[in-house]
């Protein structure tokens, strides 16, 4: 009997805490949350160097794609945003043709996810950009490529250029 009591105080306590939390909640979800306040002029490059993956696809990707719905639900529509991916290094064949993908990956049946993605971010306006030391490097050819990816010279030379015209750098 006394476990039965201690056991209904516990869960009393705890439904009690719920109730509190709740009501804090609630409370702090009257705050006001702050929105961007320019919607002109939003330019990013995106440093896309790590070869990591979020829900299927570069995470890179994943992370643009997110940050132009955040953009759109305060107000700014895709094609008023600038923005930049460079493919580098590791993340590279991400821009890769299914055929030049599957030997990337030895499996002659790989499928790569990223071209779906990479296309709709074309389609918002999005630029995604390929280095081309990074591509002699690995033997990939102009061919092996997607058509919605752009080849420029070097990653390092095209992001300095791209901050300099006042791009914010965001590394990946």
Known sequence: MHRFLIAGFVTLALLAANV???ASVEESSKRPVMQIQNKQGIKAVYDARNDQ????????????????ESYKKQGVEPSKLDIHIVLHGPTAYWALKDEAFQTTQ??????NTNAKI?????????KVEVCNVTLRGYGWTQEMLLPD????????TRMIELQQEGYAYIIF
């Open 20 to 22: 509190s939390q709740a």
């Open 53 to 68: 993956w979020q829900a299927g696809i570069g995470k890179t990707l994943y992370y643009v794609r997110g940050l132009i």
């Open 106 to 111: 030895s499996d002659p049946f790989a499928v």
């Open 118 to 126: 990479i296309h709709d971010l074309n389609a918002l306006g999005v």
């Open 149 to 156: 990816v752009t080849i420029v010279f070097d990653a390092y």
